[in-house]
């Protein structure tokens, strides 16, 4: 039998990116918030700049409890099975994966929450790609743009603005939708490599600009500059200064005394009572099964546990997942079309041996809707990012370019010469949700506690390759003008399980087609919020991140300020 | 330093680097292996000393000795490889077994004697051959992680692998001039566990074996 514990006000399921920050403002409305957390908390000294650890092993000294429930993947309902991932892409801990996150602080552009309106209105609706089920987000930027700014400054993020209250400053992203006042700190500083970068976009007549990050420019809340040293990626920071919920937000609420961390907590299942309405949730601990009941329970995993908690807490009021009569809960999901990079050689060394992911420069001319698509076959765009950053192993790991064997002599002659001599481009496209692209459980495949995997189902579209290939040719044309001397380009793959995941609870006001309402609580369980990237409905060219934990604050601050209506 | 590493330097801190091209360069990867027998060698983990000769020559003629500089016999990548099979990288102790036990059948079949005693060309041949293959993409990646990963983990040694490829080290913080495109930071030869900071959490290879299992009573 599980130990029944202490009611509380709010349970808080994860405190990674979403529930690290929701936990703030409730905590300081003064509710009484308990957050559980499968992982541990960390130090800096568990943040060694350790490329095999972080980056081949995939952090094995953190609790791992994502790595036991790694996704199946198909293409299609009737395709075979692709293989399954050795190391799941997010990890657990106090912080979740804004431990050893890029730190890419995005917010959305105003076209990424009107992609069906917008389409319609300047290129008619056949457009819209066949089989396509994105809508509208209920609302735009505007009603989100408080939330970016209360986070941006709650967590820190370095960046400059361009566009402040709709004066454009051209230092700045010139695409993005106007924002109430800067950054909190002025963007990283660039690197040798990234001017380079950014004096070849302006000879193409483009935009660059340095890109926002959840990293310190400078002192910051107690918390010292970013020293540039490089093992961002995978890596947690060993100075603090990247902007984790761990060192920012979740100790801002300890400080209330309203949060109470409860850490190797694993949560297997939400109950429900008789009436329908969300009881709190179960979990197990240290050999031990415990009860935690809540007026209000916030789903804060990631995208693949939220869905699989809702479907594995099943009830008589919810025989076939919990919010899920409606049968929403798994569809609308698709992952981010960010992989297809470009990569290039260059004929002198660009010494990106430091810096971070981070560190970088953007190019938005061919994001979203920021160029005229009537003659071309696909609708949405990419942005460009190319940034500072490199490690050995990855180095050695270069390509050849077809200029040198795999190995030998002649391979270690070539790469002694270019291992600081290529770039890889990260390009982040516009994905839209499909009908035939959905989770589910897996009918076959447990995790360790003999509760089923999320099985994913999903392939990029004829929009998604398109779109692609486009991108990839923007992007060698800005290499080329760089200097570069070879180019390859990364054929798009397939969508497995990733990093940028979204939708399965999708956020809208038609509860038909949708999980939550426009606050982010369920349609169908009025006590049950849910956050993270499951409830968008489109990705934008740009990480979620900053757009995730935007969301969690408004829905958190929504519940405190209708407390009475939603208990 | 790392201990770990301090072995290597009192062994190969005799030997200049013409020394040691001479020694290796035109000898094939079987005098390679001979000579390096040279350097004092603590006992082998996981592999056979037959596996160890064999895995040896192969990374010989994977990152090889030459021209320009140490290759990954100096580099240990066999010790890297060694230790991991014993623990992160125990999943693959079975394919190494049979892989090369499969590259020496290859070598006795086509040459009649074991791959570690034939001379490089005809060791070139059969790596060649096995190029496609899943056993050699292992061996390929794994020389590598021994070759450029952090000399903790008992590869890298006398960062042979980060002076090849011109990375000037592990550093805890980089200024704005160490990022010029022109500028050439001075090359720091630091394991990460060699700054005082990470020496108490290093990571344990006990703790590199089953993920740990937070819902099970410790």
């Known amino acids: 039998m599980a130990i029944e514990l202490k009611k509380r006000d709010v349970v808080i399921v994860g405190l990674g990116a979403a529930g690290g920050v929701a936990a703030l403002p409730l905590a300081r409305a003064g509710l009484d918030v308990v957050g559980l957390e499968a992982g541990t908390w960390l130090s800096p000294a568990d943040f060694a700049p350790d490329e095999l650890r972080n980056n081949v092993r995939g ?29 799941h892409p997010m990890m657990n801990a106090v912080g979740g994966t804004t431990i050893h996150y890029w730190g890419q602080s995005w917010r959305l552009n105003p076209w990424d929450f009107k992609v069906v309106s917008e389409t319609r209105r300047r290129y008619g609706a056949s457009r819209i790609p066949a089989g396509s089920t994105v809508e509208d987000w209920p609302f735009g930027l505007d009603e989100l743009e408080p939330y970016y700014d209360a ?76 020293a540039y040293h490089g093992f961002c990626a995978r890596g947690g920071c060993h100075i603090r200064s990247k902007s984790s919920t761990a060192v920012t937000t979740i100790p801002k609420a300890q400080q209330t005394k309203r949060l109470e961390v409860v850490t190797e907590a694993v949560v297997t299942t939400i109950e429900v009572d008789r009436n329908g309405r969300a009881r709190g949730v179960n979990y197990l601990k240290g050999g031990m099964e415990y009860f935690q009941p809540a007026a209000v329970v916030l789903l804060a995993s990631y995208v693949y546990e939220n869905v699989r908690l809702l479907l594995v807490s099943k009830s008589a009021a919810f025989p076939n997942g919990l919010s899920n009569n409606g049968g929403q809960v798994g569809r609308h999901y698709f992952s981010h079309n960010q992989q297809a990079p470009v990569t290039a050689l260059f004929p002198h060394d660009l010494n990106t041996w430091y810096g971070l992911p981070a560190q970088g420069v953007a190019v938005d001319e061919w994001a979203d809707d920021n160029f005229d698509h009537s003659t071309l076959d696909f609708i949405g765009g990419g942005n460009l990012w190319v940034y500072s950053d490199r490690r050995p192993i990855a180095a050695a790991e270069m390509s050849t370019f077809g200029r040198a064997p795999r190995w030998g002599s002649a391979w270690k002659a070539f790469i002694r010469q270019n291992a600081d001599r290529w770039n890889t481009a990260y390009l982040q496209k516009t994905t839209l949700p499909y009908e035939d692209n959905y989770l589910d459980l897996d009918p076959t495949v447990k995790d360790p506690l003999e509760f089923p995997v999320i099985r994913i189902t999903a392939d990029y579209k004829e929009n998604d390759r398109r779109l692609s290939l486009f991108i990839q040719d923007r992007m060698a044309e800005w290499y080329m003008a760089a200097g570069a001397v070879a180019i390859e380009r990364t054929p798009l793959g397939t969508m497995g399980p990733t990093t940028h995941a979204y939708g399965g609870t999708r956020m ?44 969690a604050w408004r829905t958190a601050d929504y519940l405190a300020k209708n407390w009475k209506t939603i208990t | 330093m790392v201990g770990d590493t301090h072995d290597d330097a ?33 006992p082998l983990e996981t592999l056979t000393t037959a596996e160890a000769a064999t895995l040896d020559a192969i990374a010989a003629r994977l990152i090889p000795t030459d021209e320009h500089g140490p290759g990954a016999i100096e580099a240990r990548a066999t010790r890297y490889i060694d230790r991991a099979l014993g623990g992160a990288l125990a999943g693959a102790r079975e394919a190494y077994r049979s892989g090369l036990a499969d590259v020496d059948a290859r070598a006795r079949a086509s040459k009649g004697a074991p791959f570690a005693q034939l001379p490089a060309a005809d060791q070139d041949a059969i790596l060649t051959e096995m190029e496609g293959t899943p056993f050699f993409s292992l061996v390929r990646t794994h020389t590598i992680q021994g070759t450029f990963g952090d000399p903790y983990y008992g590869g890298n040694a006398n960062f042979a692998g980060w002076d090849l490829i011109r990375y000037p080290g592990v550093r805890l913080a980089a200024t704005a001039d160490d990022q010029r495109m022109d500028s050439r930071p001075a090359r720091l030869r630091r394991s990460a566990y060699d700054h005082a900071m990470f020496a108490k959490r290093r990571p344990s290879r006990a703790r590199l074996g089953p993920i740990e299992e937070p819902w099970r009573s410790s």
């Open chain 2, 10 to 42: 009192a062994g190969e801190r005799g030997l200049s680097r013409r020394e040691l091209i001479k020694r290796t360069v035109g000898f094939g990867a079987g005098a390679l292996v001979a000579g390096s027998a040279q350097i004092p060698r603590e």
């Open chain 1, 508 to 551: 809208g006001d038609n509860a038909g087609t949708n999980v939550v309402n426009r606050w982010g609580f369920s349609h169908e369980v009025p006590n049950l919020g849910i956050l993270g990237a499951s409830v968008m409905g489109t990705s934008g060219a740009r990480n979620p991140t900053l757009t995730v934990q935007a969301l």
């Open chain 1, 59 to 87: 952090w094995p000294q953190a609790v791992q409890k994502a790595n036991r429930e790694i996704p199946t993947h198909r293409r299609s309902s009737s395709a075979p099975y692709s293989p399954r991932l050795a190391v």
């Open chain 1, 151 to 226: 986070v941006e400054y709650e967590l820190g993020v370095s960046g400059q603005a361009g566009n402040i209250q709709g004066k454009i400053d051209p230092r700045g992203n010139i695409f993005e939708g106007p924002r109430r006042r800067a950054y909190p700190m002025p963007p990283l500083r660039g690197s040798g490599f990234t001017e380079l970068m950014a004096g070849a976009a302006r000879k193409l007549g483009w935009h660059p600009f340095p890109g926002p990050a959840a990293v310190t420019s400078r002192a910051y809340d107690g918390r010292p500059a970013c």
